[in-house]
């Protein structure tokens, strides 16, 4: 049984930005730091690592927002839906934001991080928890930890 219950498609409010995931998510996400908190006007972003391969816009053609720099937020250009971003130095996968899946109700977040920045009532159901960011010695285990246990389409549901 596929627990993924892949491809998952998804895209912007307006809908003139679509996409289409085709591989797992190597993990999911709450990023506190007050960039994310201003870009998404919200306590914090919520994100799905999706390998790069996995991942492609079917309709449409996404623009650069937010600070124009090494990592590169991508927007629809209608509706400035901020949809997914390419983090610097990660050339192998890219950040969805989670509930730009047309179906994110099972969404959870796995690890949050930058909660040294955040809002003093916010809270998350993250398993992992850091002021700033993991160390990159920590990361494989936390992949490996979040492919063995994380919330999916298929376990977060009822039946």
Known sequence: MDKWKLPWLGGCRCGETRFRISAPPLLSSACHCTGCQRMSASAF????????????????????????????????????????????????????????????????????????EKLPWAATPAVHSYAREPEESEFDGLLRHYAETAATPTLNRAA
Not at 82 to 87: A, E, I, K
């Open 45 to 116: 972003s919520l994100s799905l690592a999706v390998p790069v391969e996995g991942f492609s816009v079917t309709v449409g053609e996404p623009v650069i927002g937010g600070i124009h720099g090494a990592t590169r937020h991508y927007f629809c250009p209608r509706c400035k839906s901020w949809v997914f971003s390419r983090p610097e130095g990660m050339d192998e996968l890219v950040n969805v934001r989670a509930t730009m899946l047309d179906d994110h109700g099972w969404f959870v977040p796995f690890i949050e991080f930058w909660t040294s």
